[in-house]
């Protein structure tokens, strides 16, 4: 089956064709049917992401009616683009997936309006994709067959937006055990970014920044949250607070005065102390999270801010044990060795390839990939709504 998938929830507009295997049937009653035999497998054909960050740069953060508009303007050539590098046309799609859910609404609404007009138009059953779930497919996006994550699962989702560990028994099944309380970790990466005078997006600032920086000469407190649950607002004031400090100048001097009077190495000494406390948080919930379920096979990492080089470094030394080495070399011969729980068996621990980190369509084609192959129907193309604030379900 041949997917068309388009992203427009935040700030880049998307569209990737991937087939997966299996042959897809439409019924006169638009209900779908899978002729599938063997294990699922994934082909990307086209992947096409119209960023909108340059724009955004200068305003240093998004402004959701300029997103919108720009969505409007580039939507349908990028739609045209995928099909035109997968060498496809409209007649050899089987089906169409957008996100519909969460997001800026006049993002979201621009590429729902465009999936549902499409869809309408070409004949073709329509997918409603939670972005959420779109993330934490990417993980299937590059790996062969026998790598992809195994259930049951843990998934760290860490974007702009959220910041949530959430179950998963089975494919398509989402239970949220953990969520942040206030800011998601991302937004808490822009907005340092932003007290330290980096660049927005203000994650891969950091990151590049803290390069040169020692994450010691700065400490910084960890929230204590209860459960599995996260607060970040808290840590963005603590900066905020030894920023103030470390120049002499009272609390009362606003973020925006700060920037000018930071040398670069109190700059990098800053990002590299701000993105090693905000990594260990993430992890000291996932951890524990693993902790209470000693079952789950796989970590799977996702989101904007799993793009994080910190982050996949930490996530791999805390989350596998030694015994995790014969897993990711395809050894698990040994029964015992399978049967085996965390910590003895260690989990494994995936993360999206880079360009699958942030936000694209070919994950959007994943998710509805795996939601087809669970038996779920298609939307009704006359009636879909964006649902901004949904959370996964
Ligand atoms: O998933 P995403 O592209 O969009 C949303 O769904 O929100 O995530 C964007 C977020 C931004 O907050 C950005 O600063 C963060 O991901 N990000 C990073 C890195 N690259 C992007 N955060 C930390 N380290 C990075 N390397
Ligand atoms: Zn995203």
């Known amino acids: 089956m041949k997917i068309l998938a388009i992203e427009s929830s935040c700030d880049e507009t998307a569209a990737a064709v991937l087939e997966g295997s299996g042959v897809l049937s439409v019924d006169d009653e638009n209900d779908v049917r899978v002729d599938f035999s063997g294990s699922p497998a994934l082909k990307l054909l086209s992947n096409v992401v119209v960023s909108q960050i340059d724009i955004f740069a200068e305003y240093g953060g998004v402004i959701p009616e300029v997103a919108a508009r720009s969505h409007l303007e580039v939507v349908l050539p990028v739609i045209d683009k995928a099909l035109q590098d997968a060498g496809l046309t409209k007649d050899e799609i089987d089906v169409i997936a957008v996100t519909h859910a969460p997001g800026l609404l006049g993002s979201l609404l621009i590429g729902t309006l465009t999936a549902r007009m499409l869809a309408i138009l070409w004949g073709k059953p329509l997918y409603a994709v939670h ?19 195994e259930f049951p699962l843990l998934a760290l989702v860490v974007s702009g937006g959220h910041t949530q560990i959430i179950y998963m028994a089975d494919h398509n099944q989402f239970e949220i055990i953990g969520t942040t309380r206030d800011d998601a970790v991302g937004e808490c990466f822009d907005k340092v970014a932003k007290i330290l005078g980096l660049p927005y997006p203000g994650g891969p600032a950091i990151a590049r920044a803290a390069e040169q920086g020692d994450p010691k000469k700065y400490s910084l407190p960890h929230p204590k949250v209860e459960n599995l649950d996260f607060s970040f607002s808290g840590l963005k004031t603590a900066v905020l607070r030894a920023v103030q400090a470390e120049l002499n100048l009272p609390i009362t001097t606003p973020s925006f005065e700060l920037a000018d009077k930071l040398s670069e190495q109190q700059r990098a000494d800053f990002a590299a102390a701000f993105q090693e406390t905000a990594v260990e948080i993430l992890l000291e919930k996932l951890e524990n999270a693993v902790r209470a379920h ?3 096979r796989s970590v799977v990492i996702a989101g904007g801010v799993s793009a994080n080089a910190l982050l996949r470094k930490k996530a791999v030394e805390r989350l596998s044990r030694a015994s995790d080495a014969k897993l990711a070399a395809g050894v698990e011969s040994d029964e015992a060795q399978k049967s085996a729980k965390w910590p003895e068996r260690g989990v494994r621990v995936y993360f999206p390839e880079l360009k699958f980190a942030g936000d694209n369509a070919a994950m959007v084609g994943a998710a509805a990939y795996f939601e087809i192959l669970a038996g779920v129907k298609p939307t009704d193309s006359y009636a879909l709504d964006i649902a901004p604030r949904t959370p996964i379900q």
């Not at 972005?131 to 994550?149: D, M």
């Open 131 to 149: 972005h959420l779930k779109s993330h934490i497919y990417a993980n299937w996006l590059s790996a062969e067959n026998s790598q992809y994550p």
């Open 294 to 296: 000693p079952e789950a």
